[in-house]
């Protein structure tokens, strides 16, 4: 169940939400911390009030209300009288909880008390303790809400609630922040009562926080069946990339068993440790990429020219790590040109331009590096025999094709070009300029290139050429090309970018 919450400033508003929550969530939780002018029995008699849950929360709580104790336990009663489905009070409030059972008990009443514990700061070590503490006080639902500080306090989240159902108690528990984002995404599969998820139009940005129709129509959280594989991202940060939407929608697509999650991770040894046994495959992003190298089984002739990973796949043998990466960019330009005997200069020596030499030489082209650093530019070229360019001599260069592989011209920075002015001054056409930037795909060195006569290939392309490969390694599908733009293109538009 996904309990969709909102929290209103008056009546009005109160019920202007309340509609949206409904229709969009299995349960509403209603904050009603804030409304001066609260009329329960009205919302009693306008809603389902069976699938509402009444929250009153304090300042000290990480809520707003700033009356006293026994203020704020009057509308929980009354929503009680009135008979919803499920009124929530924190466990701090010994006297309002105790008062809330003895009331359910005299009045016979249906109302589910949930008793709830939340934590701002961390995933506290004697959360077992805090459970054990709560669970004989007479509450019909155990809510334990933690803060998450390492990817690693999910699977401490997921025990707890493997432990509570033992113990034949409903709880809810997730965490918080955004590396706790994967608990509110999987509890439900691990077996808590309900997960909470801000409504989509609502400006709710807290961290972790998954709108209710991602979690619905991305990570498909109310359909999927509960034996689904994991696949996911790992690296720091994660959250700017758009492969939790397009391979999330594949295997809708496709009605593949799988969930993608991001997990943003500090230390990667420990997340392997933890988590070596929960996924099936993984996508690989900074800092990473040649970080996971002794923790594979057996990489690829490619991948390990390249020295980077950027997916892995676990199969009988163990944890395989392949590069994607240059096959993505190969896919983009050899959608408008062909490689073969072509000059190509590649701007950058990073991660990307690594992998993109390697798979340039591959299919036979003529390979040049220019690096801002120099010695990163004398490194690779000593290991695939390219020519260096000096980074100050790349606008005279005589290539056929040029490769963007550093940084310039992405998100904040799209204003910037990699080339100089001079560079476009000239009849570009017969040339084949190749942007590996995809935030925005219409980069500035593309639109001052196509400008000029030159053929364009952009890194969305790319993107796709190197999730398709991904995904076709672990699903064994070979996804549409059709399918994949349109939801790359979707997920970028989601994004903003
Ligand atoms: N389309 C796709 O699917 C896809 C996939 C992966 C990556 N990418 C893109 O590829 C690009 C590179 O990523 P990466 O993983 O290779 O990063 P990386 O390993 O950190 O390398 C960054 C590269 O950019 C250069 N650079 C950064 N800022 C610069 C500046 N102001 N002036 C000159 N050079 C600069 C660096 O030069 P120094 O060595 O001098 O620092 C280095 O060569 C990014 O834009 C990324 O979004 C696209």
Redesign the pocket.
Known sequence: MISASIMPTSQKEAIYLLEKALAQGDLAELRIDLIQDLDISEIGKRFDKNRIIVTNRKKEEGGLFEGSESERVLPLIEAMEEGFGFIDIEVSSKENLETLISKKFELNSKTNIISSYHNFKETPSTIKQIFDQMKNQGQDVIKIVGFANDISDNLIIRQLIHNAIADKKKIISFLMGEKGEISRILCNSWGSFTTYAPLNDQNNTAPGQVPLGILKDVYRISSIKNDFDIFGLIGNPVKESIGYYVHNKLFSYYDFNGIYLNFLVDDLSKFMNGFKGEFKGLCVT?PFKEQIMPYLDEVDEMALKIGAINTIKKTNGGLFGTNT?WL?ALYSIEKVTKIKGKRVLIL??????KAIAFGIENNGGELMIS???RK?AEDLSKKIGAEIVP?EDRNDANFDILVN????G?GTGRDDC?MDEKFFDKDLSGITIFD????PINTKLLQLSEKQGATVAN??D??IG?AMAQFELWTGIKPSIEKMEQLSKEALKLRGA
């Open positions: 900074m990466d993505g950058g020596a990073g991660g990307t331009g690096n801002r650093s990163k980074w592989a550093t940084k310039i992405m990699p590996a930037v995809y935030s890194g969305l790319m993107y190197q």
